[in-house]
């Protein structure tokens, strides 16, 4: 089934939910916030999530222990994911655990990517050297929702010597309940696309 077939069946589940939610939980029951507005915990993006995505796990040494916890998190959400490593705590080099999973990000394998290194620098700068890759780096709250409101983040690199894990766990779950506002933004995204192309940004 092609990307643009599922998002269209997620239309479609989505209008059912909030028919299904508007009989369940009426207005009248709950004051002015009846329906899916009575149940905000189930957005759209929530749905997206749950029914579509793959999400694409990897870490070096220096990230093993929030990846641990970020799995912990996929799993409480019921989200799916996919381990590229590493798996042990020896030294060992971030490309080559971040290059194949940000290249399933990229392939259409995976929805969207975690990465996590020391700092989450390295990891960074390897996924966004991948043609489609938008990576961000991300030490609060604010950055994550803001990277997927208006960039279309599709990768969020953590630093657990950085955010730790407890901070590096609020992060994840925000960037991944956070949905991409489309309009304006997707300009700004297609002057990104313009760029991977080798073309000056805005111009055709
Ligand atoms: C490993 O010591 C460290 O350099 C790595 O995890 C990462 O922080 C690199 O950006």
Redesign the pocket.
């Known amino acids: 089934m092609r990307k643009e077939d599922n998002k269209n069946l997620i239309d479609f589940y989505y209008l059912f939910y909030t028919r299904a939610a508007s009989r369940l939980v009426p207005a009248a029951a709950c004051g002015s916030r009846g329906g899916v507005a009575a149940m905000p915990h189930l957005t759209k993006a929530a749905l997206f999530l749950i029914i579509l995505t793959m999400i694409a796990i990897a870490s070096?040494?220096?990230?093993l222990a929030l990846k641990a916890e970020i799995k912990k998190l996929l799993e409480e959400k019921a989200l799916p994911y996919k381990d590229f490593g590493t798996n042990s705590a020896e030294?060992c080099d971030?490309a080559l655990f971040g290059y194949p999973a940000a290249m399933a990000v990229a392939s259409g394998e995976c929805e969207r990517g975690i990465l996590i290194?020391?700092?989450?620098?390295?990891?960074s700068l390897v996924a966004n050297k991948i043609r489609g890759i938008r990576c961000v780096v991300c030490s609060d709250c604010f950055t994550a929702a803001l990277s997927r409101e208006h960039n279309d983040s599709n990768i969020l690199a953590l630093?657990e010597?950085v955010v730790g894990l407890g901070l590096g766990r609020f992060i994840a779950s925000t960037w991944l309940e956070t949905s991409f506002s489309g309009g304006r933004h997707a300009r700004r995204i297609a002057h990104i696309t313009q760029i991977e192309e080798g073309k000056a940004p805005g111009l055709n």
Not at 60 to 63: C, R, V
Not at 117 to 123: I, L, S, Y
Request: glycine share 40%.
């Open positions: 070096d040494h220096g990230g030294s971030y290194c020391g700092t989450g620098v390295g990891m630093g010597r």
